[in-house]
């Protein structure tokens, strides 16, 4: 019997052992006097599990005292000696590590981690860890020099930058930074603070600087050398000029071909490849600028060709139509006259040639013969043109 009931206990036990969250602490932790120390207290959260309480206690005498507490209503510090101090972490779900700054020789204790959930079936359980903390005075570590900004220890001139000199150990750590001189000369001391300001720099800051780093425990630290440059700035915007016009000589050469755009001009001096492409070395715009141009040419030569061929058809086509109507007008002029001076015996031809034409150019023999064939005919048949009746009139009378 009595041995059933010890199976039983030990199985609730186990239930409840294993059925409940687990808080994990450190055991012991270590932190600088005037420094921070961080000390872990966690636990996996368990769903229907709820975090209801949360406080952290210190070993005083003989009774720990409760020196923050969080509840539904908030953060507390219950000792005026922590405000400012202490801070315990939310941020992560199970995380209620605490964080103590500037720690004094009289914070070594133990100090204590205690959690309450309520349970799915409304029971409130309680978990705690202690971690004792011990506070050392800590001898300062080799400093180490870093700058403030990207361009390591080769600046420009004129720009502001910092170099900081950095070490480990119980504070306060007073920093002297020194800057070497040549002829196996003293260091000279230029700042007292952990910051070296240059503001700005000129060529003049160039050099070798080094800190120093001490604290109340231990002896002074001493950190390596560095070299310290300031470039002018004039210096680098002549080389990116040169380098330019360099660049533009290399491209006018390369972009130079002749006027087939098959053939090329390397950047050292040689005949290149045989390109078909006309874009080798000029850019895509002045290309479609020159055949844009190539082609308005070719259009206004065209227009202009086919605007000159139109007007001489319609010049000689006009010349044709007038020399028609006028050889037509002189020929019938000239019938009646031939007819005239025919039928009257007193007046010769020639006159009456005379005062019916006008020398001109186009008159020749031909049209002469026509006429008096015409005049001849008109004579035998004794008629004449409907709109010259008139002058037949007179011409028939005097014959």
């Not at 920093?175 to 503001?199: G, H, M, R």
Request: net charge negative; proline share 6%.
């Amino acid at each position: 019997m009595g041995i059933l009931l010890g199976l039983l206990l030990l199985g609730q036990l186990t239930v409840v052992t294993y059925g409940h969250p687990i808080l994990e602490a450190a055991e012991n932790v270590t932190g600088p006097w005037k420094g921070d120390v961080y000390i872990p207290c966690t636990y996996g959260p368990l769903q229907g599990y709820t975090q209801v309480l949360v406080k952290w206690l210190v070993q005083r005498g003989l009774y720990p005292v409760t020196i923050f507490l969080r509840d539904s209503s908030g953060d507390h510090i219950q000792q005026a000696k922590y405000r400012g101090r202490l801070h315990v972490s939310h941020e992560v779900p199970g995380d209620v590590s605490l964080q103590l700054s500037t720690l004094e020789m009289d914070d070594r204790s133990h100090y204590t981690c205690e959690v309450t959930w309520q349970t799915p079936d409304g029971n409130r359980v309680v978990r705690d860890k202690i971690t004792e903390l011990r506070v050392e005075k800590l001898s300062v570590s080799k400093p180490t020099v870093t700058t403030g900004s990207n361009y390591g220890f080769t600046v420009p001139q004129g720009m502001r930058i910092s170099l900081q000199c950095q070490a480990r150990g119980s504070p306060p750590i007073s920093y002297v930074w020194y800057k070497e001189q040549t002829n196996n000369q003293e260091p000279i001391k230029v700042a007292a603070l952990s910051t070296l300001l240059f503001k700005p720099a000129v060529e003049a800051d160039s050099g070798s600087y080094f800190c120093t780093a001490k604290g109340r425990v231990g002896s002074e630290q001493r950190s390596d050398t560095v070299k310290f440059v300031v470039k002018d700035s004039s210096k680098p915007l002549k080389t990116k000029t040169e380098a330019s016009t360099t660049m533009q000589s290399l491209l006018e050469a390369t972009s130079t071909v002749n006027p087939s755009w098959n053939r090329t001009t390397d950047i050292d001096g040689y005949p290149g490849e045989t390109s078909n492409e006309p874009g080798n070395g000029l850019p895509i715009f002045a290309i479609i600028l020159i055949i844009s141009l190539c082609c308005m040419v070719v259009f206004t030569m065209t227009y202009i060709m086919l605007c000159r061929k139109t007007s001489q058809q319609e010049h000689v086509y006009e010349v044709a139509r007038v020399h028609t109507r006028e050889a037509s007008d002189s020929g019938e002029t000239m019938r009646v006259a031939i007819f005239a001076s025919g039928c009257s015996r007193d007046e010769p031809a020639s006159q009456a040639l005379e005062n019916n034409y006008s020398d001109e150019p186009y008159l020749g023999q031909e049209y002469q013969i026509i006429a008096q064939i015409n005049g001849d005919y008109a004579c035998l048949l004794h008629t004449v043109p409907p709109d010259h009746e008139l002058l037949a009139t007179e011409g028939k009378s005097v014959c």
